[in-house]
Nanobody, 125 residues
Framework: QVQLVESGGGLVQAGGSLRLSCVASGRTDSRNAMGWFRQAPGKEREFVATINWTGGKTYYADSVKGRFTISRDNAKNTVYLQMNSLKPEDTFVYYC??????????????????WGQGTQVTVSS
């Protein structure tokens, strides 16, 4: 089993920045890919960003490309999402997810095995 805990969410004005963190614990001894997703109440979950095991490959949703950066520190079992130039439409609950036993990244949520509890990001105009 793997536990994922996100932090770093909050309230920020448009144009501001936040950095989300996701710490993994438990069975973290296997290669894995990590992803960030977001969801608004009553809406479908949407993909944000993903990163492979080594951190050498990343992929972003068009809506965040150029503004968000995903990175990871395997020594700390942590993945980050740096969010710059935030917009009100970035207001969501953000979730990190782990694709276990595979270091290949994916934008498909159903390929992920473990999910965090989410952290709220609210961007005011």
């Amino acid at each position: 089993q793997v536990q994922l805990v996100e932090s770093g969410g909050g309230l920020v004005q448009a144009g501001g920045s936040l950095r989300l963190s996701c710490v993994a614990s438990g069975r973290t001894d296997s290669r894995n890919a990590m992803g960030w997703f977001r969801q608004a109440p009553g809406k479908e979950r949407e993909f944000v960003a993903t990163i492979n095991w080594t951190g050498g490959k990343t992929y972003y949703a068009d809506s965040v490309k150029g503004r968000f950066t995903i990175s990871r520190d395997n020594a700390k079992n942590t993945v980050y999402l740096q969010m710059n130039s935030l917009k009100p439409e970035d207001t969501f609950v953000y979730y990190c997810a782990m694709k276990y036993y595979s270091g290949i990244y994916s934008y498909a949520g159903d390929e992920y095995d473990y999910w965090g509890q989410g952290t709220q990001v609210t961007v005011s105009s």
